[in-house]
Nanobody, 122 residues
Framework: HVQLVESGGGSVQAGGSLRLSCAASGYTITRRCVGWFRQAPGLEREGVGYTDSIGTTNYADSVTGRFTISRDNAKNTLYLQMDNLNPEDTAMYYC?????????????????WGQGTQVTVS
């Protein structure tokens, strides 16, 4: 049974930092495309960034330089380090896995999703 569980969300002041985790079970995320998405109230879910099968990362323009995606393959966990947060980053954050080595920012091609963790920046 494949499961993704996000954690680490919370409320912070502008300029603060949070580290989100996505723990995977039932399969390994090694050599897969793994991404982070977010959705604010009333808006569509958008791609934040992803890491591909060889470790290359890409980020949305709005978070480049502030957010960092990494993997811990031994723990089968994906991380999103968020620094210098601003109120526009407020959203529910989701991790997702595409069962292919290539990546995309399109939410429609990801196969598995977590339940999300809320990030609120004031």
């Amino acid at each position: 049974h494949v499961q993704l569980v996000e954690s680490g969300g919370g409320s912070v002041q502008a300029g603060g930092s949070l580290r989100l985790s996505c723990a995977a079970s039932g399969y390994t995320i090694t050599r897969r495309c793994v991404g982070w998405f977010r959705q604010a109230p009333g808006l569509e879910r958008e791609g934040v960034g992803y890491t591909d099968s060889i470790g290359t990362t890409n980020y949305a323009d709005s978070v480049t330089g502030r957010f960092t995606i990494s993997r811990d393959n031994a723990k089968n966990t994906l991380y999103l380090q968020m620094d210098n947060l601003n109120p526009e980053d407020t959203a529910m954050y989701y991790c997702a896995v595409r069962m292919y080595p290539s990546c995309t920012f399109s939410r429609w091609v990801y196969d598995y999703w977590g339940q999300g963790t809320q990030v609120t920046v004031s």
